[in-house]
């Protein structure tokens, strides 16, 4: 706002345009009375000479045949007994040797007008010495000229007259436009917290307004998602943490409550340390959550074999895998720069879940592969084994989801946020997660931007 | 070894004092940036435990003090962020290693543990061969034996099996074992370790009288031989 016209400025839309749309009115009114004016003084200025030339024609008609009739003197008399109807001219005649031979007395009018004409021409007067007459004809146009003025004048007003018509009614319509804005801001004004399900609408939808409005709309629908998983997900923290804590109270509290053996002392606490321990676990895969969600991005290292680091995993899994019977796979390979041992522990938390949902006796395959759009390496793990139901399956990297609660955590190691973990490691990679399930075969997965 | 703790929080610098000094180690603890540098300066230790948020001076103030006096001092670094660019910024500042907290008391101890022997063992030639009891161990030819009865171990079973013998007595944690027998840098959430040890124990064992290896509730593995001789 620092070069900002006093007259076109304004923080008001409206305000603006009728300020714009005033002057702009005033130009053109302006510009096409000036077109009209002119032209109009270009006739009158026409008409005028023609006047003047049509009574110069009649002086000397009348001049030439007094001439021929009576001489010079018939002239002079005529043109004293014709002054009178000269009241707004001059007539001057000359002989042919350049001698006054008459001329009206001057008016003062005709004196001071600026608006006068004076024509010249020659009467041919053969009776007169010399045969010739010159005359000068002056004659007055201040009425016209003053007339000229008024119509100026008058075009000038209805210009300006127009610009402020103009710009009332602007205002007044392009405000009776906007009002649907303010109605927007009061609906906006009442979505709280509380009330996040309300959405924007408009009563009569503009063409301006309503990609906006959809749009707001859209970001309110995401926000209202993140805001219940954020939500649910404090809900699901606060009773991961509570049931431990609880665990820990209690027993703390009964093996004070009276004398124990230091073996038995020895029991509560080796208790309380892995219950510790499992709270510590969680504490840390929060924190490493939220570091994700602060947009922590991975710190790649050089190019590594995908399946090489797959085999690596695998061999840390070999124990596990066998207990279950279970047989295992690389197929594919890429070579990448990542994180080395984010996608480890990516890949660690698939295949811990694989193994735990494998069908015994079954093959468990870490497939490596483009992903479909071929810009993404995807890394999948996939096994045999009961199918997740389709509504399921994209909840499935949600913090704290499990598809079967009964089935998944009797051993208490697993607090449902091994895939969430998954998914924050793909994000932090500029991937994605892929999870699919059909006829018998699960693949859960992720993308890595290359 | 004389070891000076600087930590702030008093009731963790009494649990390390007491953990560290059961643990053979004569301890000093200071509790502010200021007292933490002279004392690191002026004494004569042999590692220095360093909290990062300190009053006074900040632990990224001690480790400059310290490094510009004492270049070969070991430093650990203690922390409760656990933010990447504190982790690069203490290494690259000097700091030997770096601990986020809660850390197990296990897993402190091990690593000064390392950083001690780090500056001890320059030179020592390193065992071809472990023995505990009646189990031996040839790193070279990579045989296990008990009562001159060869083990059949996988790869991974023999290098946890060296790692446990090679630390005997010591209590080994989850973690640990994870990230040095199969390089994984993380907390795994599932049983995978207790697994593996659970099948090396059923090798080691199970089939002999005396057992060897034995679990810690709640803290990790320990190889040892508890049997009164």
């Avoid at chain 1, 007008?113 to 053969?126: C, L, N």
């Avoid at chain 1, 340390?273 to 947009?295: C, T």
Wanted: hydrophobic residues 45%; charged residues 25%.
């Amino acid at each position: 706002m620092t070069t900002c016209n006093q007259l076109l400025c304004s923080h008001s839309i409206a305000g603006r345009l009728s300020k714009k749309l005033a002057l702009f009115a005033a130009v053109v009114i302006g510009l096409v009375s000036g077109a009209s004016w002119l032209s109009m003084a270009m006739m009158v200025k026409e008409r005028n000479a023609q006047e003047q030339a049509r009574s110069c024609d009649i002086v000397a008609d009348i001049l030439a045949l007094e001439a021929r009739n009576g001489g010079e003197r018939a002239v002079l008399q005529r043109l004293n007994s014709d002054a009178p109807t000269r009241a707004k001219a001059h007539l001057q005649v000359l002989r042919a040797d350049g001698s006054v031979l008459y001329a009206d007395p001057m008016s003062d009018a005709l004196h001071q007008s600026s608006h006068q004409r004076t024509q010249a021409f020659q009467i041919s007067t053969p009776g007169v010495a010399g045969g010739m007459l010159q005359a000068r004809y002056t004659m007055d146009f201040t009425r016209s000229a003053e007339l000229g003025k008024r119509w100026a004048l008058t075009l000038v007003a209805v210009s300006l007259a127009a610009g402020v018509v103009v710009a009332l009614g602007a205002g007044w319509f392009v405000r009776r436009s906007l009002l649907p804005l303010g109605g927007l801001a009061a609906q906006t004004r009442a979505i709280s917290p509380q009330h996040l399900h309300q959405r924007l609408a408009l009563a009569d939808p503009a063409e301006e307004l309503l990609p906006w409005v959809t749009q707001f709309n859209a970001l309110m629908d995401r926000l209202q998602r993140a805001y219940t998983q954020l939500e649910a997900f404090n809900a699901d923290v606060a009773h991961e943490l509570r049931t431990p804590l609880a665990t820990l109270i209690g027993e703390t509290e009964v093996a004070l409550s009276r004398e124990r053996s230091p073996e038995a002392l020895r029991e509560t606490l080796q208790s309380n340390l892995e219950e510790m321990q499992r709270l510590s676990a969680l504490v840390n895969d929060m924190l490493f959550l939220s570091q994700a969600d602060r947009g922590v991005t991975a710190r790649r290292g050089a190019p590594v074999s995908l399946a090489a680091l797959a085999a690596q995993v695998s061999e840390f899994h070999e124990a596990t895998l066998e207990d279950a019977g279970l047989a295992l796979r690389i197929d594919g390979d890429a070579t990448l720069p990542v994180d080395e041992p984010l996608v480890k522990r990516a890949l660690s938390n698939l295949l811990g879940n694989a193994t735990r949902f494998a069908t015994p006796g079954s093959t468990v395959v870490i497939n490596i592969a483009p992903a479909a759009d071929a810009e993404q390496v995807q890394l999948v793990v996939q096994n045999r084994g009961q199918a997740i139901a389709a509504d399921h399956l994209p909840r499935l990297f949600d913090r704290f989801f499990r598809v079967d609660s009964a089935r998944c955590c009797e051993d208490g190691q697993h607090h449902g946020l091994g895939l969430a973990i998954v998914a924050a490691i793909a994000r932090m990679h500029a991937g994605r997660t892929v999870a699919e399930s059909a006829s018998g075969t699960t693949r859960v997965g992720f993308t890595l931007a290359a | 070894m004389r070891l000076l703790v600087i930590e702030d929080e008093v009731k963790l610098a009494q649990y390390l004092y007491k953990g560290l000094s059961e643990n053979g180690h004569v301890v000093d603890l200071a509790h502010d940036g200021i007292e933490g540098r002279r004392l690191a300066i002026g004494g004569e230790y042999d590692l220095v435990l360093l909290d990062v948020m300190l009053p006074g001076i900040d632990g990224f103030g001690v480790l400059q003090a310290i490094r510009a006096e004492k270049r070969h001092l070991p430093v650990l670094m203690l922390t409760a962020r656990d933010r990447v660019e504190d982790r690069v910024r203490g290494l690259e500042q000097g700091a030997d290693d770096y601990l986020v907290k809660p850390f197990a008391f296990s897993e402190l101890l091990a690593r000064v543990g390392a950083l001690l022997r780090r500056g001890q063992q320059v030179g020592a030639q390193p065992a071809t061969e472990l023995h505990l009891a009646d189990l031996s161990l040839d790193l070279l030819s990579r045989r296990a034996e008990r009562r001159s009865e060869r083990l059949d171990l996988t790869a991974k079973e023999f290098k946890l099996l060296a790692l446990l013998l090679r630390r005997r007595g010591q209590i080994l944690s989850r973690t640990t074992l994870a990230e040095q027998v199969w390089d994984m840098n993380f907390d795994s959430d599932t049983n995978i370790v207790e697994v593996a040890v659970r099948r090396l124990r059923a090798k080691l064992d199970d089939p002999f009288p005396t057992k060897l290896l034995h679990t810690v509730r709640g803290m990790g593995y320990v190889l040892e031989d508890r049997a009164p001789s």
